[in-house]
């Protein structure tokens, strides 16, 4: 799945992310960072990965947001902006079937994996089961310095 290209570049950086369905037809992937980074720097630095990735992997991976001009995959650096908006982990969404985002492993994130499948009950009994896969999201101090600096 060519989301594992994010946790590749991501790993090379020596950053530690997360998975997790959108509750649609995404993935969504977090990185959590320390407190003391601004805006720009986060922003600078999805920018730079996703434009690093589309470049590397030309037709599997874009940037581009206009849907008729896609080739591949869309990582959205863009999401890191004012006004946008994130499926929070958890929640319900108003689709078909009300699946719910879904913290994932990495190892889950493959070709085929249907993020419609993740319903309330099934995400119950995952959490009973695993326990809070997102919980390293909160707690995660990482710093952006190293990974801007050889992105740069």
Known sequence: MRTRLVRETLDLLELESFPKTSGSRGIHVLVPIQRRHTF?????????VAGALARAHSGLVTTEWAKQKRRGVLVDANQNGPGKTNASVYSVRPRAGAPVSTPLRWEEVVSGLDPSGFTMDAVLDRVARDGDLYAGVLGGKQS???ALRALR
Do not use: H, Q, S, T
């Open 144 to 146: 952006l310095v190293k």
């Open 40 to 48: 720009a720097d986060v922003r600078e630095f999805a920018g730079i």
